[in-house]
């Protein structure tokens, strides 16, 4: 059975090493595709409006074709705000799940690695019988 013989065919040791393996890739994708993105999401967000807001204030402040000139420095405070709004949320969605595997996100593929361990164990062990030939 190939990987799991590493362990000098302990099958026990195999297995809660794979298993423990799952749950540090769960906790690996997790951070990799939620909690790292929505940092880096919040400083960006951070700088541009520290960037928009210093727009306002020295009164160079255009949000773009088809929207109206600001008439006063709330005027231009409120749109950088709209705009800023929009650009987060567009940025929120184009930074999720940067990290796959065959278009997975990689703390799924702990499901995956826990069970393979799992069918692993309850084969060797007599439980249940051949599967695909194994």
Known sequence: MGVFKLTGGNVEVSVAATMASGVALWFIGHYLNKIGPKRDIEKAMANRSAELHAQ?????????????LPTSLADAHRQADEQLADEHKELKSSMRFG????????????????????????????????????
């Open 99 to 134: 990290h796959t595997l065959m278009f997975i996100p990689l703390q799924y593929w702990a499901f995956v690695v826990v069970a393979v361990a799992a069918v692993y164990y309850l084969r060797v062990k007599g439980y249940i019988g051949p599967i695909f030939g194994f």
């Open 56 to 68: 306002v204030d020295q009164g160079g402040y255009y949000r773009g074709e088809g929207y109206p």
